[in-house]
T-cell receptor, first 120, second 114 residues
Framework: AQTVTQSQPEMSVQEAETVTLSCTYD???????LFWYKQPPSRQMILVIR??????QNATENRFSVNFQKAAKSFSLKISDSQLGDAAMYFC?????????????????FGSGTQLTVLP | NAGVMQNPRHLVRRRGQEARLRCSPM?????VYWYRQLPEEGLKFMVY????????ESGMPKERFSAEFPKEGPSILRIQQVVRGDSAAYFC????????????FGPGTRLTVT
């Protein structure tokens, strides 16, 4: 079974600065997806960024980028030019890739989350 | 283009009562996932359904919990004889097909058991 670990329960960053959130995972699969989700106080889960394991290039979405280290099974999220609206709980998640995988492989496996505070 | 809808958003039940949580997937989506988020924790998978079929219920507690996704109408997560430990946020997500990597989440139902 896959596991996802987020070792930073809380992080803080000054507005306009850069912050990196860490995530490691354990899997025996070679193909998979990794995600970062944001959960603001409204509790709505919002997809921030996605990475396919077969792609060597790190994904980028505006101010959000990832550092994907497949051999190390590490998937960190970098938020540049932090804004007050970035304050939220951030979850790292894993999903198997196989198109013909069994039902159990299609679920998302989440880490325990990192609470990000943005200081004005 | 409505997103995933869940109702009610908040539900209070006394111990021993039944809780029914509803999820309407996005239009055109026939796959539904239910997740539970206990306080201060991440989301944990419970069950994966397609229309009229339970595909994977490996995350569901063996007793008191059941789920369905009928041909017509929303998916229902049912918790019988609720206990305080069932207090949590329950999220539904939908996807258009089995091969789709992305799951679109609803706003969640916060269940409080008193």
């Amino acid at each position: 079974a896959q596991t996802v670990t987020q070792s930073q329960p809380e992080m803080s960053v000054q507005e306009a600065e850069t912050v990196t959130l860490s995530c490691t995972y354990d899997t025996s699969e070679s193909d998979y997806y990794l995600f970062w989700y944001k959960q603001p106080p409204s509790r709505q889960m919002i997809l921030v960024i996605r990475q396919e394991a077969y792609k060597q290039q790190n994904a980028t979405e505006n101010r959000f980028s990832v550092n994907f280290q497949k051999a190390a099974k590490s998937f960190s999220l970098k938020i540049s030019d932090s804004q007050l609206g970035d304050a939220a709980m951030y979850f790292c998640a894993y999903r198997s890739y196989s198109l013909i995988s069994s039902g159990s492989a299609r679920q998302l496996t989440f880490g325990s989350g990192t609470q990000l505070t943005v200081l004005p | 283009n409505a997103g995933v809808m869940q109702n009610p958003r908040h539900l209070v039940r006394r111990r021993g009562q039944e809780a029914r949580l509803r999820c309407s997937p996005m239009k055109g989506h026939s796959h539904v996932y239910w997740y539970r988020q206990l306080p201060e924790e991440g989301l944990k998978f419970m069950v994966y359904l397609q229309k009229e079929n339970i595909i994977d219920e490996s995350g569901m507690p063996k007793e008191r919990f059941s789920a369905e996704f009928p041909k017509e109408g929303p998916s229902i997560l049912r918790i019988q004889q609720v206990v305080r430990g069932d207090s949590a946020a329950y999220f539904c997500a939908s996807s258009p097909g089995a091969a789709s990597y992305e799951q679109y989440f609803g706003p969640g139902t916060r269940l409080t058991v008193t």
